[in-house]
């Protein structure tokens, strides 16, 4: 069973202040997504990484695929209370059309 | 393209009734999905469709789960007799097989509430 583990669980943090989330993992993965929900809401996507190493820009968010594409990281610069929200990355292991979802992480920004 | 679309957001039911829910995926994917997630926790795998094939069920789906996309275009999840524990976010997602690591996207979700 291949499981993702998100830390941290929760980030409560001021406007204007950089963070990053990680998302680790025993197991290779094809590919990895980051989805952004809100509550109530589905999980919208933010970015699909596929190479090992690969880096993603999205305005202020920064995405990092590790080399072995085993673990990602996202990096928030200058965070928004807009960028409030459960961040949640996802795995897609060999069967390539299964994703494995981590816990997620709860971020609040406050004004 | 309208994104993936499902009805009815909320449902709320009493134990023991049937309850039906519609996904509409994004026009040409030919790969549907459906996860489940509860508060606090991150979608789990349902159920996954090619065209009108239905390739893989997970465990979590029980004999009172039947799922459905009988001309490989909407799909239906119904759920009959449901129990407490069937309270949840229901989440269908569809995807285009091939195309940039097979990104999944995901519909608003349809709570149930079971009473």
């Known amino acids: 069973t291949q499981l993702l583990e998100q830390s941290p669980q929760f980030l409560s943090i001021q406007e204007g202040e950089n963070l990053t989330v990680y998302c680790n993992s025993s197991?290779?993965?094809?590919?990895l997504q980051w989805y952004r929900q809100e509550p109530g809401e589905g999980p919208v996507l933010l970015v699909t990484v596929v190479t090992g190493g690969e880096v993603k820009k999205l305005k202020r968010l920064t995405f990092q695929f590790g080399d072995a594409r085993k673990d990602s990281s996202l990096h928030i610069t200058a965070a928004q209370p807009g960028d409030t929200g459960l961040y949640l990355c996802a795995g897609l292991g060999g069967s390539n059309y299964k994703l494995t979802f981590g816990k997620g992480t709860l971020l609040t920004v406050n004004p | 393209d309208t994104g993936v679309s499902q009805d009815p957001r909320h449902k709320i039911t009493k134990r023991g009734q049937n309850v039906t829910f519609r996904c509409d995926p994004i026009?040409?994917?030919?790969?549907l999905y459906w996860y489940r997630q509860t508060l606090g926790q991150g979608p789990e795998f349902l159920t996954y469709f090619q065209n009108e094939a239905q390739l893989e069920k997970s465990r979590l789906l029980s004999d009172r789960f039947s799922a459905e996309r009988p001309k490989g275009s909407f799909s239906t999840l119904e759920i009959q007799r449901t129990e407490q524990g069937d309270s949840a976010m229901y989440l269908c997602a569809s995807s285009l097989s091939g195309v940039n690591g097979n990104t999944i996207y995901f519909g608003e979700g349809s709570w149930l509430t079971v009473v």
């Open positions: 197991s290779v993965f094809s590919s």
């Open positions: 026009s040409e994917h030919n790969r």
